[in-house]
């Protein structure tokens, strides 16, 4: 795996396999990689010839109070995982590579970057469509790979791949579970191991709405309340939201229609966790 540190490094090397007629696969990512980045990336190997990943964590994306800097940086066992599952070129520039001091310009996908996440987290979504932009126009991959896990992120960078007209085509890879059902993520290794037990409301709160559902509930308000009740059960968890959108333009609905998608995000002590399920009408 070859590694750049610059953006010329790295637009040259996928230039070059572009000019020899690979198609790339791109899977961006913070690092501190887990079984969810890595079925991304095999997504990617077989869907293109040539891989690249990148792991920047991106300062823009983090609000004042937020984890940036104490968000888990584990760069050799990362490359080491990489290696080994075939990625062919890795993106890793400091801060200072991407962000030029005197940068003035973002990327806002207007009114879905309020929503879901973006309302408890102002600027989040903005700085995600800033820095995915610019590791578009940096890597020009063929495919990108983006886990459903982050399915307000996934439909914001839908819409704006839509809007600017990027020639490149969104991918979104299934949620990768724990075998109890926590959704994998980087900031689960920041649980105790009292919060890692309760971090399972979220995936049972998620498994009751669908149950509910799949047993003739349409209503979207009593889908909400029902997975709320299971909130009710861990009272040292602090729901931030449990609502039921448009899986496209992410706005709340009222009653379930082709395709809803039902997004959750809580606290456990100063940890934040997200996890969403999709239901099919
Ligand atoms: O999903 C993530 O890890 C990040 O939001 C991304 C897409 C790599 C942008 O920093």
């Known amino acids: 795996m070859q590694i750049f540190r610059t953006i010329e490094g790295m637009r040259a090397a996928s230039r070059a396999a572009?000019?020899?007629?690979?198609?790339?696969?791109?899977?961006?990512?913070?690092?501190?990689?887990?079984?969810?980045?890595?079925?991304?990336v095999r997504a990617a190997k077989t869907h293109s010839d040539v891989v690249a990943a990148s792991i920047f964590v991106n300062p823009t994306q983090f609000g004042p109070?937020?984890?940036?800097?104490?968000?888990p940086r584990t760069f050799e066992r990362d490359c080491e995982l990489l290696t080994k599952e075939g990625v062919a070129l890795l993106f890793a520039?400091?801060?200072?590579?991407?962000?030029?001091?005197?940068?003035?310009?973002?990327?806002?996908?207007?009114?879905l970057s309020e929503r879901l996440c973006g309302k408890s987290r102002p600027g989040h979504f903005r700085g995600v469509t800033t820095v995915v932009s610019k590791l578009f126009a940096?890597?020009?991959?063929?495919?990108?790979?983006?886990?459903?896990?982050?399915?307000?992120?996934?439909?914001?960078?839908?819409?704006m791949v839509r809007d600017l007209n990027i020639p490149v085509e969104i991918a979104a890879c299934p949620i990768v579970r724990e075998t109890d059902g926590?959704?994998?993520?980087?900031?689960?290794?920041?649980?105790?191991?009292?919060?890692?037990?309760?971090?399972?409301?979220?995936?049972?709160s998620l498994e009751e709405v669908k149950r509910r559902f799949e047993s003739g509930e349409n209503n979207a308000y009593k889908?909400?309340?029902?997975?709320?009740?299971?909130?009710?059960?861990?009272?040292?968890?602090?729901?931030?939201?449990?609502?039921?959108?448009?899986?496209e333009n992410l706005e709340p609905l009222e009653q379930t229609a082709g395709q809803a998608l039902v997004a959750v995000a809580a606290y456990l002590g100063n940890t934040r966790l997200i996890d969403n399920c999709v239901l099919y009408a």
């Open 65 to 71: 109070n937020e984890d940036f800097s104490k968000y």
């Open 138 to 159: 940096i890597v020009e991959p063929d495919i990108a790979f983006f886990g459903q896990k982050d399915a307000a992120q996934v439909a914001i960078i839908r819409r």
């Open 93 to 111: 520039p400091a801060v200072e590579e991407m962000y030029p001091v005197d940068a003035m310009t973002y990327v806002t996908v207007e009114g």
């Open 18 to 40: 572009r000019v020899a007629g690979k198609p790339i696969g791109f899977v961006p990512t913070m690092g501190a990689l887990h079984e969810g980045h890595l079925s991304l």
């Open 223 to 247: 889908l909400i309340e029902y997975g709320k009740q299971i909130f009710a059960e861990e009272p040292s968890v602090r729901l931030d939201y449990f609502e039921v959108v448009h899986t």
């Open 182 to 204: 926590l959704a994998m993520s980087s900031r689960n290794t920041y649980l105790d191991p009292q919060q890692r037990k309760t971090a399972l409301v979220l995936h049972r």
